[in-house]
T-cell receptor, first 116, second 115 residues
Framework: AQTVTQSQPEMSVQEAETVTLSCTYDTSESDYYLFWYKQPPSRQMILVIRQEAYKQQNATENRFSVNFQKAAKSFSLKISDSQLGDAAMYFC?????????????FGKGTKLTVNP | KAGVTQTPRYLIKTRGQQVTLSCSPI?????VSWYQQTPGQGLQFLFE???????NKGNFPGRFSGRQFSNSRSEMNVSTLELGDSALYLC??????????????FGPGTRLTVL
């Protein structure tokens, strides 16, 4: 079974600075998908960024980028120019490419605080 | 386009009762997944439905069940409630699912408290 580990329960960053959230995962599969989701306080979870394992190029979405190290099974999220609205729980998630299922395996999450 | 809606938003039940939660996916979406979110266990996959068929099931006891209707709306039922069932139950929908992943859109959740 796949597992996802987020080793930082909480992180804080100053507004306008850069922060990196860590995620490692364990799988025996060679093809899969990885995601970062954001869950603001009392608001709905939304997709931040995703990465296909077969792509070597790291995904980027505006101020959000990932560092995907397949051999190390590491998938970190970098947030540049942090904004107050970035404060939220961030979840790393894994999805298998096999079995035809949308099932996501989530890490325990990292609570990000942005200080003004 | 309306987002994923879940009803009710809040629910208080007592041990031994049963409860039914509802999820309406985004129009046109055919895949619906359910997750349980607790502070201790985090987000755990319950089950997934596609075209009225259960496509995958998580490691939960048989007290947890679900179904999907022809309009893609989904319900989940928990019978004989236990204190440990207190959680935020999230529903997520996607267009087709199964192949290269479509974006999953999450609902606001139903907060279930078992007393």
């Amino acid at each position: 079974a796949q597992t996802v580990t987020q080793s930082q329960p909480e992180m804080s960053v100053q507004e306008a600075e850069t922060v990196t959230l860590s995620c490692t995962y364990d799988t025996s599969e060679s093809d899969y998908y990885l995601f970062w989701y954001k869950q603001p306080p009392s608001r709905q979870m939304i997709l931040v960024i995703r990465q296909e394992a077969y792509k070597q190029q790291n995904a980027t979405e505006n101020r959000f980028s990932v560092n995907f190290q397949k051999a190390a099974k590491s998938f970190s999220l970098k947030i540049s120019d942090s904004q107050l609205g970035d404060a939220a729980m961030y979840f790393c998630a894994y999805r298998s490419s096999q079995g035809g299922s949308e099932k996501l395996v989530f890490g325990k999450g990292t609570k990000l605080t942005v200080n003004p | 386009k309306a987002g994923v809606t879940q009803t009710p938003r809040y629910l208080i039940k007592t041990r031994g009762q049963q409860v039914t939660l509802s999820c309406s996916p985004i129009s046109g979406h055919r895949s619906v997944s359910w997750y349980q979110q607790t502070p201790g266990q985090g987000l755990q996959f319950l089950f997934e439905y596609f075209s009225e068929t259960q496509r995958n099931k998580g490691n939960f006891p048989g007290r947890f069940s679900g179904r999907q209707f022809s309009n893609s709306r989904s319900e989940m039922n928990v019978s004989t409630l236990e204190l440990g069932d207190s959680a935020l139950y999230l529903c997520a929908s996607s267009l087709e699912g199964g192949g290269a992943p479509d974006t999953q859109y999450f609902g606001p959740g139903t907060r279930l408290t078992v007393l």
